[in-house]
């Protein structure tokens, strides 16, 4: 069965990406990931602050984010530039795959001229994780829009690879802002970056890290934005979060992604999941006679599920819940 997809315009040999995360941190275990049969790979991702003071150029401190700080702090910033290009040589030459190096941002800054060696030494394409949690009551979300906006134009004109943007769902409105995303000529949205998440400790007061890894429940609200603004941007799609079977790939590529990337589930089950994944998809593919993904992709997204009124507030005049 043919599983081949076209995402970015790399060509993939099936939808399955190995989405940034410590299963793509070092060379040997992005070759495992290929030989386990996935699409492409996004490497861990490399912070702004680590690329940013390894230029000498970012000097307060006051402005990272904590986990860039704790992450720093643990693994040290020395060489951290030339130890993730290394990391990209290295894959590259492990494995035939596309191999897709990941920026994790949250402004401006001299930190984009990584972008440009990134894409000398072999780069696929490029991921932008543009983490902005808008939490900061004094900036409006069209500040933090603009934000995104001007380091993805920024990118853009600097680099002749494909991009990728990573975003969150804290927008208040996803398809407008998929749409400027679009007038920036950004190739692929990664539908959503899933944030760290907090905890209480309710015995001894104190906050605790949340759920690392995702549950199959919350694919359910990436379905329904991919059925929304696959038809509403030229972009590309890669959906993630809470991806863990066949089945919810197969849901995924229906409602218009291109691509879906996989993590939670490779930790929680193995490498193995991958193989099992290409299965299922292979042999719902047969039962209902398509020959290729371009035969059933977007069948379901809201341009073309036959009810768009379905994707809408409507549904709960519908629905009935046994008590
Ligand atoms: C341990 C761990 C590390 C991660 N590190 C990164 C990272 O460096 N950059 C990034 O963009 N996403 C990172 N992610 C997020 C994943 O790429 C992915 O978007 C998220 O886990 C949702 O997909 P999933 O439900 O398949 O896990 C990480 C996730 C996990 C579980």
């Known amino acids: 069965m043919n599983l081949s997809t076209v995402y970015m315009s790399l060509n993939l040999r099936n939808p399955i990406i190995v989405g940034s995360c410590g299963l793509t941190g070092t060379a040997e275990k992005v070759k495992a990931c290929a030989d386990a049969g996935a ?17 000498g150029s970012m000097t307060n401190e006051s402005n990272w984010y904590p986990e860039a700080a704790d992450y720093i702090n643990s693994y040290g910033m020395q060489n951290a530039v030339s130890n993730y290009l290394e990391l990209l040589e290295k894959s590259r030459n492990s494995t035939e795959i596309p191999i897709i190096p990941s920026i994790h941002c949250f402004g401006k800054g001299n930190w984009m001229e990584f972008a440009k060696q990134l894409e000398n030494a072999g780069a696929s394409a490029l991921e ?12 409006t979300g069209r500040e933090n829009e ?4 001007d380091i993805v134009s920024d990118i853009k004109s600097q680099v002749s690879i494909p991009v990728a943007v ?26 959503f970056n899933r944030f760290f998440r907090i905890d209480f400790d309710i015995e001894n007061l104190e906050v605790v890290n949340g759920s690392m890894l995702s549950t199959p429940d919350e694919t359910e609200d990436i379905l329904r934005w991919v059925s ?7 972009c590309d799609i890669a959906a993630t979060t809470g991806i863990h079977d066949g089945e919810a790939v197969v849901k995924q590529l229906l409602a218009g992604a291109n691509a879906v990337q996989i993590c939670s589930i490779l930790y929680k089950n193995g490498l193995g999941v991958i193989a099992e994944m290409h299965g299922f998809i292979a042999d719902w593919m047969r039962r209902h006679n398509y020959n290729s ?8 997204s809201q341009r073309n599920s036959g009810n768009p009124a379905e994707f809408q507030r409507v549904q709960f005049m519908k629905a009935s819940v046994k008590a």
């Open 293 to 300: 993904i371009e035969d059933f992709r977007e069948r379901l």
């Open 166 to 191: 990573k975003i969150g769902s804290y927008f208040s409105s996803i398809s407008a802002f998929a749409s400027e995303l679009d007038g920036c000529g950004v190739d692929s949205i990664v539908l």
């Open 128 to 139: 932008l994780n543009t983490f902005i949690l808008p939490s900061d009551p004094r900036r």
């Open 39 to 55: 699409g492409a790979v996004v490497l861990k991702s490399i912070f702004e602050e680590q690329i940013e003071s390894e230029l």
């Open 228 to 234: 929304m603004i696959s038809p509403v941007t030229n």
């Open 146 to 149: 603009n934000t995104i906006l």
